[in-house]
């Protein structure tokens, strides 16, 4: 069992920036691919980017490259996401979420929500404009 904790999230204006922590615990994951996804009220759920087990390898979507940036910190069991430059479109409940089927995984970092096995509960994060 893994249980994720987010936590960072809040109200900034446009323009601004937040940095949301995925706190692991329960089960080191060191080992796995850490995703972030984020949910608007009343929208699907959408895949924002992940990173593989060493942190070698991230993927951003399109809408957020060059303005949010995937990390982590595996002695501290530890995933962040820092955004900038933030926009009122990034309004959305983030959540992070481990592949822990698949340890030291060289595949693709994939956008399927399927793919991941432990979810956190959620930060909200809403940026006015």
């Known amino acids: 069992q893994v249980q994720l904790i987010e936590s960072g999230g809040g109200l900034v204006q446009a323009g601004g920036s937040l940095r949301l922590s995925c706190a692991a615990s329960?089960?080191?994951?060191?080992?796995?691919?850490m995703g972030w996804f984020r949910q608007a009220s009343g929208k699907e759920r959408e895949f924002v980017g992940a990173?593989?087990?060493?942190?070698?390898?991230?993927y951003v979507i399109d809408s957020v490259k060059g303005r949010f940036t995937i990390s982590r910190d595996n002695a501290k069991n530890t995933v962040y996401l820092q955004m900038n430059s933030l926009k009122p479109e990034d309004t959305a409940v983030y959540y992070c979420?481990?592949?822990?089927?698949?340890?030291?995984?060289?595949?693709?970092?994939?956008?399927?929500?399927?793919?991941?096995?432990?979810w956190g509960q959620g930060t909200q994060v809403t940026v006015s404009s």
């Open positions: 990173i593989n087990w060493s942190g070698g390898r991230t």
């Open positions: 979420a481990v592949d822990t089927v698949n340890p030291y995984s060289t595949a693709k970092l994939t956008p399927s929500a399927a793919e991941y096995d432990y």
């Open positions: 329960g089960r080191t994951i060191s080992s796995y691919t």
